[in-house]
């Protein structure tokens, strides 16, 4: 059965809007494990924006389920994953400007940056992902790297949902997981994806995990993270 990974990236974005202590991304993880998440995501992003080392640290401590960090494959996330032994690793692109994680990683250009990264990250005991768009040649060239999964980014889905450009996005995730999974990739899933548009995504099947932060905190500000993290459960759960 497919599980939810929370990603709480947001509630720190908050805090640091202020430069206080509050709301605390630690408090968050801990509320949305109780609530039924199995895995907490964060991503440590060279410029510091949101989550922070210290930040990292503790969930390390404090997590009951899997820690999930997204970084880039750069040196330097390198050494502190090495140093702190997340669960799980997912490569992901990453640009200062952008206000999130605009699509996958072009694995077919990076291969040797990529490959490096991941070996030595596997090599550390960590589990890695590759976060990459729905795309025939990046998921064959993912297994080259020796990643363990990849995270297929439905931003492309989330945005054609309800249009008749849906069912297009729709068959290249459902392609690009039969492939990963026949090449022996895991497939893990995130971006965009909501309370609406988690339904016929699940409903294709093939997907381990589904990190999602943006709709269950945005509707955690209304009817709480427990209920929100609960409903969301419910949805990957009954799909």
């Given at each position: 059965m497919a599980k939810l990974g929370?990603?709480?990236?947001?509630?720190?974005?908050?805090?640091?809007?202020r430069g206080g202590n509050e709301p605390d991304p630690v408090t968050a993880a801990a509320?949305?494990?109780?609530?039924?998440?199995?895995?907490i995501t964060i991503h440590l992003r060279e410029d510091r924006r949101h989550i922070q080392d210290r930040d990292l640290e503790i969930l390390r401590r404090t997590i009951k389920t899997k820690l999930n960090l997204e970084m880039a494959a750069?040196?330097?996330?390198?050494?502190?994953?090495?140093?702190?032994?997340?669960?799980?690793?997912?490569?992901?692109?990453?640009?200062?400007?952008?206000?999130?994680?605009?699509?996958?990683?072009?694995?077919?250009v990076n291969t040797k940056s990529i490959s490096d990264a991941v070996k030595r990250l596997k090599e550390g005991g960590i589990v890695v992902s590759l976060f990459v768009d729905p795309d025939q040649e990046q998921v064959k060239t993912s297994i080259k790297t020796g990643a363990d999964y990849i995270e297929i980014h439905t931003g492309a889905y989330a945005e054609a949902y309800g249009t008749p450009q849906m069912a297009v996005e729709l068959e290249k995730i459902d392609t690009a997981i039969k492939l990963?999974?026949?090449?022996?990739?895991?497939?893990?899933?995130?971006h965009g994806i909501d309370y609406f548009n988690i339904k016929p995504l699940a409903s294709l099947g093939g997907?381990?995990?589904?990190?999602?932060?943006?709709?269950?905190?945005?509707?955690?500000?209304?009817?709480?993270?427990?209920?929100?993290?609960?409903?969301?459960?419910?949805?990957?759960?009954?799909?």
């Open positions: 929370l990603n709480v990236d947001h509630i720190a974005t908050v805090r640091q809007a509320l949305g494990e109780m609530a039924g998440a199995e895995g750069t040196q330097e996330m390198v050494r502190i994953a090495l140093k702190v032994k997340p669960e799980q690793v997912t490569l992901v692109p990453e640009k200062r400007q952008e206000l999130t994680t605009e699509g996958g990683l072009d694995v077919i990963a999974r026949k090449v022996g990739l895991g497939v893990n899933a995130g997907i381990e995990e589904y990190n999602i932060g943006h709709s269950i905190m945005a509707r955690s500000m209304l009817v709480g993270i427990d209920r929100a993290v609960r409903d969301m459960v419910e949805l990957i759960k009954y799909a």
